[in-house]
């Protein structure tokens, strides 16, 4: 039996949301509302924690039941399907683009010339081995050790950045850039923090379910408030004009630290960032496994990762550049389908019917 | 169990395989690395930029294998350079000449030719930013007056390669220091004037030669248009906050046969700030500096334990560093027409809409605007003499006769 | 706590080199004769076998059989036969001199009744004296072992301490029980043996404290014994491996210790102890990662100082399994984390190094091995020369050849320090055995290659289970009562607190 505890869950969803979104969405935020991105952030987080209320309190209405099957319970046979077919949609094309833009940073900051395909398969071997052999549990377990140590981390690059810091950077508030683009810019982040929404995959693992729902719910804020931090430190240290050009901002402020012979030491915060990948991987990983085999109602999970696997990681190699893995899929697919759709519309339809339906038979 | 264990021993021989069909693509042993300290670019005669790059060779710095203190005889590093249109191929060409591998992550300084820097830097600038070898922390230097190369080369005495020494003496906080991350921030923050410390040669004979940075290169539109002098970059690295503390002297008294009727103090605590305000659509700026002092040198006959005396002093030193500024703010605003003690990210800040409206014409309005100044200096401590040795002899001498 | 059953069954490792089945069965005949007869043939060519017959007054002849080394016959001389063959005359019934025997006589000595042969056969190979006697199809066996084959209780040689009893486990099952009982001295420090091994005949003993060790655990433990299928146990090793959750992992799954007071310790907080008869070694379970960095003298310690030795064995494990492959990692890829004038000197130093390093910190920590492992085998006057001129001509004079840089010995030289450092000798090997694919990733991959690794590591550390108990408990699962002795060691007033069962199902 797999079973995860509500601290499990807790730390499974920071690493989920803490990692990607420091290195993916700071960026299209910067861009967009200049030094106010951390408004941007705020308001993400805001609505982060609204999607992850929203897939709490639609995962306790059926504690035991995965999304692929409370659909089906909710929503009936056919339309349950097809909510579960969008979903499917969104696992199998984050996974290889997750693994793409890991595999491009590593190139970019720590082996130029190492091809792409190593790493990739580095990383998959890695997913496959947590999948496989620790299953959801071990993961959990994984995630309650690397979790310290990423926030570990990035409490270090917050306390060695102070030294940089200069307030100037980050006025004048509001001014220059107005309620549409500090909006503009909380559309990227929120659509990174919005990860909690995997939380439907995992009620039926957890010890207790309702405790782990309200885990969960503070996972998301402990993840806001260090993006919020770590977009704070990034505006305030370098301004949001360069860290607007970078493709990177968080770990271009790690390359600035300089404390005694701390000196570039950004390697090794891209080294701990990466374990922090690794989970998000492994839990997506796992939930598109176990939600295939319940799909396609196969009984052992574990095999379907033998075809999550290969397939994530052909479709890793198809983007040519890094622009197109990391700007168009967040800009194309994520920000206008997923958000509104996969993370806020779906899950609150379902929560209104399911409501309805279980106050009209309350059996 | 064995069921249980095979798809990982799959796993682990494609592992395997593409481990040994793969090599180590970029390990590079560390003795195979040209380590490279500083850096600079200058301008050739027919308008190619020089690349020169001061390599340490470590056998010349730590004494080799024998491990013997002292002078090595080896020489602890060497200068080459090569002409070229652009840094990659410089660096290309450079590449060519050598047995190892060019490595920048240890970098210390990076320093900009006269020449190089009045004709424009926007290719270096690019190089640095693209560059995932190209490390913040190195400081950027402008020769003053003189090739990048004529500094790259010199040795200097006390440290076996230059270019650390260069970086020791800024970060020691003598010499305007300005490294290589706030260099890159101040050129794209439009609201930033682009500063760097310039560096100039000292002879000192027998002892060799010796650095001085001591005056400031003054950048508008990436290009080199002028620097601070001594006095100036005092003041200016006083206000900026970038020189902690500091000696003033100057003339209190007329000089007599005795005295020469001066006054020193030891400028530190330093606080300053500006404020603007807009007045009939044009903004007002106050410069406000606020600083500690301690008096270290008083050769006059002014009695320091009267109140008056020290009132009198502060005023005089609080003109003088008025004066200072008004002079700053005179070549900022009428010779460079840069604004060196960023105005605009000020009045950006404190008046954000104001600023929308005229940011595009601030090049104009920039010189314009009148400043006030607000100095106040406060001498805390007069040291452990209440006057001066020689007039209190002087009395003495007096009563006794 | 729930334990899953292992639903594989435990693997058959035994040759069947068992006595046959017909002899094994038979029945201790009446005739003395027969008797004699079978156990000459079963015994045949066994030089150490003796059997002679006794006569006792107004009585029938009686046959004393035993293996010469294992009985005490010196005892058996004067404090057996002779009584008894001055004090008998009541010839009562089948056999009177059983009876007497071991209704009464010799109450302080270990007899029991036997009537088989197979059991006679037994008994005779671990050292008790068989006595027969005509016209009776009873024999009687007598434990009367030889005390000279048990060594004496000495301090331990693999977990010293400065302070703390110097006594260790010896060879002798019924000696090491002893020394648990005289530190539990309660009837609920439960032993229940086991005779293992289908050659061997080893007894196998499981000490518990009933009432804090869970049922299910003492369960689990006795069904797993008694699974095992194998010829011979010689040392607990033997069943460690057989009974393990894992098999397939360098990492201990059950911890070891000859030291009598931290088998007490663990069984007093509600572990198992398997004490297998003829080692010292004793086998706890369940264990977990973190008591491979305990040891016993920390609770003895003030506890300021077992927290920071603890933890400066927490660092140097790392550094054990770290250091050679950080080395390459950091010099090979990522050059610009070194302080200047330290890669400087590096660089000089690797100057004219011939080999990549990658390769020689793999000699070298090959060398180091080879090294540590000859002075062990080789005899004390001789060990400590070889290490001192292995050192002598590595450190010194490859270095002075330029076959190898000065670095990689200081980093070599620290690794070995660093790795005795590491309490629990089993953890040790786990950890420099590891490092050696560490170093190969860190050589192909730089510090992303050590992550990966690290990764890999801990998927494994967190799928392994002792006895149904996480290996990580209780930092993964996170228990936060069971921190107090694993970050640190609390002080006593808060660690008594704890709950004694650590490890747990929630997740």
């Known amino acids: 039996m797999m079973k995860i505890s509500h601290i499990q869950i807790f730390w499974i969803i920071v690493n989920m949301e803490l990692g990607m979104t420091l290195l993916m969405t700071m960026t299209a935020s910067l861009q967009a509302a200049k030094q106010d991105a951390w408004i941007s952030i705020i308001l993400s987080g805001c609505l982060a924690l609204l999607v992850a209320l929203i897939a709490t309190r639609l995962a306790l209405l059926y504690p035991g039941q995965t999304l692929v099957q409370f659909s089906q319970t909710i929503m009936g046979k056919t339309l349950g399907r097809i909510i579960v077919m969008t979903y499917l949609i969104q696992w199998y094309t984050i996974i290889p683009i997750v693994l793409r833009q890991f595999t491009d940073l590593v190139r970019a900051l720590l082996l130029e010339t190492t091809p792409q395909m190593p790493i990739t398969l580095i990383m998959i071997a890695l997913m496959v081995y947590a999948t496989y052999a620790g299953k959801i549990q071990g993961i959990g377990r994984c995630s309650e050790m690397l979790g310290p140590l990423v926030i570990a981390m990035v409490l270090f690059v917050l306390a060695t950045s102070l030294p940089n810091i200069s307030i100037k950077n980050i006025l004048p508030v509001y001014a220059d850039s107005g309620m549409m683009s500090i909006g503009k810019g909380m559309l990227a982040p929120a659509s990174y923090l919005g990860h909690a929404i995997e939380f439907v995959m995992l009620t039926p693992f957890l010890v207790n379910a309702k405790k782990g729902a309200s885990y969960a719910i503070w996972g998301v804020f402990f993840s806001v408030l260090f993006v919020l931090s770590s977009m704070s430190a990034v505006i305030l240290t370098m301004g949001p004009e360069p860290a607007g050009f970078m493709w990177y901002p968080f770990f271009e402020m790690t390359r600035n630290i300089s404390i005694g012979f701390i000196e570039n030491w950004d390697a090794l915060v891209v080294i701990i960032w990466i374990s922090s990948v690794f989970i998000k991987l492994s839990i997506y990983m796992f939930i598109t496994c176990y939600g295939t085999a319940q799909f396609l109602q196969v009984k052992n999970w574990r095999i379907m990762i033998w075809l999550v696997a290969p397939v994530a990681f052909l479709f890793s190699l198809y983007p040519t550049s890094v622009i197109e893995s990391t700007n168009h899929y967040l800009l194309n697919y994520w920000v206008p389908i997923v958000l509104p759709v996969n993370m806020i519309g779906l899950p609150l339809l379902m929560l209104i019917v399911g409501v309805i339906k279980k106050k009209l038979n309350p059996s | 169990m064995t069921k249980r264990s095979f798809p990982l021993a799959r796993a682990g021989i494609l592992m395997l395989y593409f481990i040994l069909l793969a090599g180590c693509w970029d390990s590079d042993e560390i003795e195979q690395l040209a380590i490279i300290m500083g850096s600079g670019f200058d301008l050739t005669e027919d308008g190619q930029i020089e690349g020169i790059v001061q390599i340490a060779i470590p056998a010349g710095v730590s004494g080799g294998k024998d491990n013997q203190p002292g002078p090595s005889p080896q020489q602890p590093f060497l200068t080459i350079s090569d002409n070229g249109f652009s840094a990659p191929e410089i660096i290309n060409r450079l590449q060519q000449q050598l047995s190892q591998k060019f490595f920048l992550g240890q970098r210390a300084v990076f320093v900009i030719g006269d020449a190089y820097a009045r004709a424009g830097i926007e290719q270096a600038l690019d190089w640095f930013m693209r560059s995932p070898d190209s490390r913040y922390s190195a400081y950027v230097l402008t020769a003053y007056n003189m090739k990048a190369k004529d500094i790259l080369t010199t040795q200097y005495n006390l440290e076996p390669i230059s270019s650390i020494a260069l970086k020791k003496i800024m970060k020691g906080g003598s010499g305007y220091a300005e490294t290589m991350d706030e260099f890159l921030y101040s050129v794209v923050n439009p609201d930033k004037p682009t500063l760097t410390g310039a560096v100039s040669l000292v002879d000192e004979g027998e002892a060799g030669k010796f650095f001085r940075i001591d005056r400031i290169a003054v950048y508008r539109n990436k290009k080199l248009i002028g620097f601070l002098n001594e006095r100036q970059t005092t003041m200016f690295s006083l206000f900026q906050g970038k020189l902690k503390e500091t000696n003033m002297t100057m003339q209190v008294e007329s000089k007599n046969e005795s005295l020469p009727g001066t006054t020193s103090i030891h400028i530190f605590g330093t606080d300053a700030s500006i404020h603007t305000k807009i007045e009939g659509n044009k903004p007002h700026i106050e410069l406000k500096f606020k600083a500690k002092s301690r008096i270290i040198e008083n050769l006059n006959s002014l009695d320091l334990s009267k109140d008056e005396n020290l009132r009198r002093i502060e005023q005089k030193f609080a003109d003088k560093i008025e004066h200072a500024l008004m002079e700053l703010v005179q070549v900022a605003q009428e010779q460079y027409k840069v604004d060196l003690f960023a105005f605009a990210e000020e009045v950006h800040i404190q008046h954000p809409y104001y600023w929308k409206k005229s940011k595009d014409s601030w090049t104009d309005i920039f010189p314009t605007i009148p400043v006030n100044y607000q100095i106040e200096l406060n001498i805390e401590r007069i040291g452990r003499n209440q006057g001066n040795i020689y007039t209190h002899k002087n009395q003495n001498r007096g009563g006794n006769g | ?507």
């Open chain 3, 1 to 507: 706590m729930r334990i899953r059953s292992r639903t594989k069954r435990l693997p058959d490792i035994s040759r069947k080199l068992a006595i046959p089945e017909e002899q094994g069965n038979a029945k201790i005949s009446d005739r003395l004769e027969d008797n004699e007869a079978a156990l000459r043939e079963l015994f045949d060519r066994c030089a150490d076998f003796y059997i002679h017959p006794v006569y006792f007054q107004q009585s029938e002849p009686g046959l004393v059989a035993y293996m010469q080394g294992l009985v005490d016959t010196q005892s058996l001389d004067f404090d057996l036969l002779e009584p008894l063959l001055e004090q008998i005359r009541q010839p009562d019934g089948a056999s009177p001199v059983i009876k007497a025997i071991h209704n009464a006589s010799f109450s302080v000595v270990h007899t029991k009744t036997i009537t088989e042969l197979s059991e006679a056969v037994r008994d005779i190979t671990s050292g008790s004296i068989v006595l027969m006697m005509q016209s009776s199809n009873k024999a009687l066996a007598i434990k009367l072992q030889n005390k000279n084959l048990n060594r004496a209780v000495e301090e331990p040689v693999t977990e010293a301490v400065i302070r703390g009893p110097h006594s260790g486990f010896i060879e002798n099952l019924n000696v090491n029980i002893a020394l648990l009982r005289v530190r539990l001295k309660t009837p609920r420090l439960k032993v229940e043996t086991f005779i293992l091994g289908d050659v061997s005949h080893t007894v196998v003993a499981v000490a518990y404290m009933e009432g804090i060790a869970p049922n299910e655990l003492i369960e689990e433990v006795k069904r797993r014994l008694t699974q095992i299928k194998i010829d011979v146990i010689f040392e607990s090793g033997h069943i460690e491996e057989i009974i393990s959750d894992v098999r397939y992992t360098p990492f201990p799954l059950m911890q070891m210790s000859e030291r009598p007071d931290t088998v007490a310790a663990l069984i007093y907080e509600g572990k198992a102890a398997i004490i297998v008869d003829g080692t010292p070694m004793v086998n706890i379970v369940p264990a977990t990662f973190w008591q491979g960095f305990q040891i016993v003298e920390d609770y003895y310690n003030k506890f300021m100082f077992a927290t920071a030795f603890r933890w400066l064995r927490f660092l140097f494990a790392l550094l054990t399994l770290l250091m050679p492959s950080l080395y390459v990692a950091i010099t090979t890829f990522h050059q610009e984390m070194i302080p200047t004038a330290l890669s400087l000197s590096i660089a000089a130093a690797r100057a004219a190094a011939p080999f990549p390093t990658m390769l020689e910190t793999l000699m070298m920590e090959i060398i180091f091995e080879a090294l540590r492992e000859a002075g062990i085998r080789l005899p004390t006057p001789i060990g400590p020369t070889v290490s001192i001129v292995g050192a002598l001509v590595i450190g010194q004079a490859a270095v002075q050849a330029g076959i190898i840089s000065a670095p990689i010995v200081i980093v070599v030289a620290l690794t070995g320090i660093s790795s005795f450092l590491i309490p629990k000798v089993n953890m040790n090997l786990a950890l420099r055995l590891l490092r050696f694919p560490v170093v190969i990733m860190a050589g192909l991959f730089g510090l992303f290659g050590i992550g990966a690794a690290l990764l890999a590591l801990l998927i494994h550390l967190v799928t392994l289970r002792s006895f149904g108990v996480p290996y990580l408990t209780p930092i993964a699962p996170f228990q936060a009562s069971g921190l107090w002795d694993v970050l640190v060691r609390a002080p006593w007033w808060i660690l008594r607190k704890r709950p004694h069962q650590t490890g747990g199902d929630s997740g």
